[in-house]
């Protein structure tokens, strides 16, 4: 369940209804997240850096996890409810550039999916936290 190390389990930091609301709406709402989500595994698993990480993953099961991930984290009706990053991530000995080189297919699938910069940023303020309970060498 590597592939989940950035985005499944962890609470996001406090924000307002209405920034993780626009949020939510800037990223396409549940088709707009499935689909940024959908784009995002599949890239994840050819990956030459970290691809190998996704090798034993159901990725209809990651994919469904991460979209209710960033759904909710984004403000939106969604509840994640799967493990924490700390239990998810704590056997995997991830690497910082592992965890880096996720961010950077993550901007990639967002670039293709034509999500503003801006709103890109949003997300990973969101997400970057959660480097704390994923990179443990």
């Known amino acids: 369940m590597v592939c989940a190390f950035l985005l499944l389990g962890g609470a996001a930091p406090a924000q307002t209804a209405a920034t993780a609301d626009t949020l939510y ?5 549940v088709p707009g997240i499935t689909a940024l989500m ?8 050819v990956d030459p850096r970290i691809g190998k990480m996704f090798a034993e993953t159901k990725p209809a099961n990651l994919k469904e996890q991460l979209r209710d991930q960033v759904c909710q984290l ?11 990053m700390k239990a998810a991530h704590a056997e995997l000995g991830i690497r910082k550039a592992d965890f880096n080189a ?9 670039d293709a ?11 990973l303020a969101l997400l970057a936290p959660m480097h704390r309970d994923i990179i443990t060498r």
């Open 25 to 29: 709406h800037a990223l396409g709402e």
């Open 74 to 84: 984004s403000g939106g009706p969604c509840r994640y409810e799967g493990d924490t």
């Open 38 to 45: 959908n784009d995002f595994v599949e890239r994840l698993r």
């Open 102 to 110: 996720l961010v950077e297919v993550l901007q990639v699938a967002m």
């Open 113 to 123: 999916r034509q999500i503003p910069f801006r709103d890109q940023n949003r997300l």
